[in-house]
């Protein structure tokens, strides 16, 4: 079945750092990819997707691009903030029966320190 | 402006005392989810409603339930809870590519 694994956290990086959480897919055919992000005691929030191969997902200065060769969608950003401290899950879209299925990776912790 | 909306935020109940949870969309959206997520873990879909058609996932306990009188509306039913029924539940609505999730309601189970 489809699948997502993503690297074990808890990353932990200073501020200004540049920041990479590495996904990975398991797939049959071409689901969308998405990060999603939860800060403490809250629900998750899209952070970026994309839903083609060699599309790029940007938002807040995190980027992910969708590989296919490599069933990739790592996440990058340049430089991050003490305010970008949240846990991250990758997921992909299954779409049995009409309905958006989400499967999530097990999620990373990030940590930034000022 | 909130879009899924999830009463209460947290929510004790007792050992095997039903207990119902709620979530409201002002998306208008077709499909709602229910989602299960336990301390540091992935959310795991307990079920969904494309209209009023309900959709359980294979593995979801029959202690949970859930109702979708309208659109907007959807409630999610434990009817016996137990101890490893404590845990985030996040309901969502989307359309064809992206699901938009609610703030969580936590559950705590004495």
């Known amino acids: 079945g489809n699948s997502v694994t993503q690297m074990e956290g808890p990353v932990t990086l200073s501020e200004e750092a540049f920041l990479t959480i590495n996904c990975t897919y398991t797939a049959t055919g071409y689901p969308s990819l998405f990060w999603y992000v939860q800060y403490p005691g809250e629900g998750l929030q899209l952070l970026l997707k994309a839903t083609k191969a060699d599309d790029k997902g940007s938002n807040k200065g995190f980027e992910a691009t969708y590989r296919k060769e490599t069933t990739s969608f790592h996440l990058e950003k340049g430089s991050v903030q003490v305010s970008d401290s949240a846990v991250y899950f990758c997921?992909?879209?299954?779409?049995?029966?009409?309905?958006?299925?989400?499967?999530f990776g097990a999620g990373t912790r990030l940590a930034v320190h000022p | 402006d909130a879009m899924v909306i999830q009463n209460p935020r947290y929510q004790v109940t007792q050992f095997g005392k039903p207990v119902t949870l709620s979530c409201s969309q002002t998306?208008?959206?077709?499909?709602m989810y229910w989602y299960q997520q336990k301390s540091s873990q992935a959310p795991k879909l307990l079920f969904h409603?494309?209209?009023?058609?309900?959709?359980n996932e294979a593995d979801t306990p029959d202690n949970f339930q859930s109702r979708r009188p309208n659109t907007s509306f959807c409630f999610l039913d434990i009817r016996s809870p137990g101890l490893g029924d404590a845990a985030m539940y996040l309901c969502?609505?989307?359309?064809?590519?992206?699901?938009?999730f609610g703030p969580g309601t936590r559950l705590l189970v004495l």
């Open positions: 998306l208008n959206h077709n499909v």
């Open positions: 969502a609505t989307g359309g064809q590519e992206t699901q938009y």
């Open positions: 409603y494309y209209d009023k058609d309900f959709n």
């Open positions: 997921a992909l879209s299954d779409s049995p029966g009409g309905y958006n299925k989400l499967i």
